[in-house]
């Protein structure tokens, strides 16, 4: 007990800052600590296996669904929010968004997160810094300006893998 109120004070000493949050999500405190702003660090949330700046939930497994080769054609559905406030939701489209998976053509925090999910899954993620939206890059057409590095959090979902499963069968008579 006393070394988890050392350990809890010595992190209230550090600035408000990325690595604190994921000091405080790595120790498994079960804590809800608001640090700077409306940011809640949640036990829940963990750094990720492929990038210890990615912290993420594991909202729906599927272990033995297909997962996505870098470069390979992907359809994802996600949610984005800054400070609560959704920017982005394609949960809400009746097409997901397709893109080749893992190749830059979206923030990096999301981008790198896709290649290691499988179809089925989806993940909770929160990132900032150069994992997020970077200085200089113009917003999408009638979305909210992000400013560059800031924190965001996204609820991402890979839906299929386009053509991955599929065989094609000639019908020659």
């Not at 200085?135 to 909210?144: I, L, N, R, V």
């Amino acid at each position: 007990m006393m070394l988890s109120i050392v350990l809890l004070l010595s992190i209230l000493t550090l600035s408000s800052s990325w690595n604190m949050k994921r000091i405080i999500a790595s120790s498994g405190l079960s804590i809800g600590l608001l640090i700077s702003g409306n940011t809640e660090v949640r036990a829940d949330l963990k750094p990720s296996p492929w990038d210890d700046k990615v912290l993420y939930d594991l909202v729906t497994s599927n272990p033995t669904g297909l997962k996505p080769k870098v470069g390979e054609l992907v359809a994802i559905r996600f949610k984005g929010s800054f400070k609560g406030n959704v920017f982005d939701n394609t949960f809400d489209t009746p097409e997901p968004y397709f893109y080749r998976a893992g190749v830059g053509l979206i923030i990096k925090g999301l981008d790198d997160a896709i290649p290691n999910m499988h179809v089925g899954e989806r993940l909770k993620l929160t990132f900032s810094g150069d994992r997020s939206f970077e200085k200089g890059k113009a917003s999408s057409p009638g979305k909210p300006r992000i400013p560059p590095g800031a924190e965001v959090e996204y609820e991402v979902e890979l839906t299929e893998l386009p053509g991955a499963a599929e065989e094609f069968i000639l019908d020659v008579e």
